[in-house]
């Protein structure tokens, strides 16, 4: 499932506002997310994504194609996600974007906060999970993972937190200096 269009709208805003260059997907999908983030970043930014799944990647490179964004605004990797993300600098992105294996987003925000310089911010799409999250009589472990990332960005000191109620949900925190 792709971010809808007030998420992505949402990211697109999020992008403009940091001026981003250098921004990390994780769940590049087949490019939705991939090209509102990029319709937002500053001309010459790159997105670095990630995917599993070699032919979302290649749909992914397709869409934006076709969408006039040229390959060098993109560094595309494949991937699992806890095995690439080590493998990219400290300190060095304007914006994370979690969108890949819900079990996982716990570990996303590790890497976020590692990944993103101060004043960065990250992004957690399906926060709201199909308002699952709200509901306690849901315990499955990707309910279990979402409810506990909004927690962990909740109570984080280093962090400034927002939850926008835009489409499934999107959990935003800015990483303070
Ligand atoms: C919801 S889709 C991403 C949609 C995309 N962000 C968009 O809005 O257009 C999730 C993607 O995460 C990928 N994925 C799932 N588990 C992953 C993992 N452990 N590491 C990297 N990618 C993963 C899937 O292959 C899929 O393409």
Redesign the pocket.
């Known amino acids: 499932?792709?971010?809808g269009p007030a998420g992505g709208a949402a990211l697109r805003f999020l992008a403009t506002l940091l001026n981003a260059r250098t921004v990390v997907?994780?769940?590049?999908?087949?490019?939705?997310?991939g090209i509102w983030l990029l319709r937002g970043m500053a001309k010459d930014a790159v997105l670095t994504s990630?995917?599993?799944?070699h032919e979302?990647q290649r749909l992914a490179k397709l869409a934006y194609r076709e969408a006039g964004l040229g390959t060098s605004r993109t560094r595309m990797i494949v991937g699992?996600?806890?095995e690439v993300l080590p493998r990219l600098t400290d300190g060095a992105y304007d914006l994370v974007f979690c969108?890949?294996?819900k079990r996982?987003y716990p570990e996303y925000l590790d890497a976020a906060l590692r990944l993103l310089r101060p004043g960065g911010v990250m992004a957690f799409d399906n926060a709201l999970w199909h308002d699952r999250v709200a509901d306690p009589a849901h315990r499955d472990p990707e309910t279990e993972a979402i409810r506990e990332v909004n927690r962990l960005v909740r109570e984080d000191e280093r962090l400034v937190p927002m939850l926008l109620p835009v489409g499934d949900g999107l959990l935003c925190a800015v990483k303070r200096d």
């Open positions: 499932m792709p971010i997907e994780i769940g590049s999908g087949c490019g939705v997310s990630v995917d599993v799944d979302n699992r996600a806890l969108d890949a294996d996982e």
